[in-house]
Antibody, heavy 119, light 109 residues
Framework: QVQLVQSGTEVKKPGASVKVSCKAS????????IHWVRQAPGRGLEWMGW????????FHAEKFQARVAMTGDTSITTTYMELTTLRSDDTAVYHC????????????WGQGTLVTVSS | QSALTQPASVSGSPGQSITISCTGA?????????VSWYQQYPGQTPKLIIY???KRPSGVSNRFSGSKSGNTASLTISGLQADDEADYYC?????????FGGGTMLTVL
């Protein structure tokens, strides 16, 4: 069965960086784009960007352009999302999400990684 | 403030039908069918319930249906049940970005 298993909770100080991992299993890793979506406490879902593990191509929302990097390692079927220069409003649960067919069908979600930014 | 507008809350009684709207623009929802809907219970991950505006993934109840008219996509839940009480989000492609609506809290009275 398809699974996306993410790394654990992180606590960071403002200005620091965080790198969240997402280990995929149960399907052919290079066949699907992985997106990253975050949700601040009590708030809605916010799309951050995607990575195509097959081609290594990424695309990010303009809001995160200068601060986010998405990478992948096909040898261990894992994608990573690194967010730099953290601020308090980056406190959120970060999800990796599998997309089917390049048409916005987000069918499997990682369990989420809570990132808390606090001094 | 999302570019996709959803009502903050809707409510209905068991057995009734409710509809949640998701309004975009002629350049996004009005020009393609790339709209999906997600159900999220508190503290849980979102679940895909509708994709490509009208399609339902296998395993999702046929009480959930999607539609679209002009710049507005809609999610209808028929035969409302207590466990339909959750947050619902639409998502669509705007230019090259995927954008989520602000979410709608469904209360089953």
């Amino acid at each position: 069965q398809v699974q996306l298993v993410q790394s654990g909770t992180e606590v960071k100080k403002p200005g620091a960086s965080v790198k969240v991992s997402c280990k995929a299993s149960g399907y052919t890793f290079i066949d699907n784009v992985i997106h990253w979506v975050r949700q601040a406490p009590g708030r809605g879902l916010e799309w951050m960007g995607w990575i195509d593990p097959k081609r290594g191509v990424t695309f990010h929302a303009e809001k995160f352009q200068a601060r986010v990097a998405m990478t992948g390692d096909t040898s261990i079927t894992t994608t990573y999302m690194e967010l730099t220069t953290l601020r308090s409003d980056d406190t959120a649960v970060y999800h990796c999400v599998r997309e089917v067919g390049h048409r916005g069908q987000f069918d499997y979600w990682g369990q989420g990684t809570l990132v808390t930014v606090s001094s | 403030q999302s570019a996709l507008t959803q009502p903050a809350s809707v409510s209905g009684s068991p057995g009734q039908s409710i509809t949640i709207s998701c309004t975009g623009a002629s350049s996004d929802i009005g020009s393609h069918d790339l709209v999906s809907w997600y159900q999220q219970y508190p503290g849980q991950t979102p679940k895909l319930i509708i994709y490509e505006a009208f399609k339902r993934p296998s395993g999702v109840s046929n009480r959930f249906s999607g539609s679209k008219s002009g710049n507005t996509a809609s999610l209808t839940i028929s035969g409302l049940q207590a466990d339909d009480e959750a947050d619902y989000y639409c998502c669509s492609l705007i230019n090259r970005d995927w954008v989520f609506g602000g979410g709608t809290m469904l209360t089953v009275l």
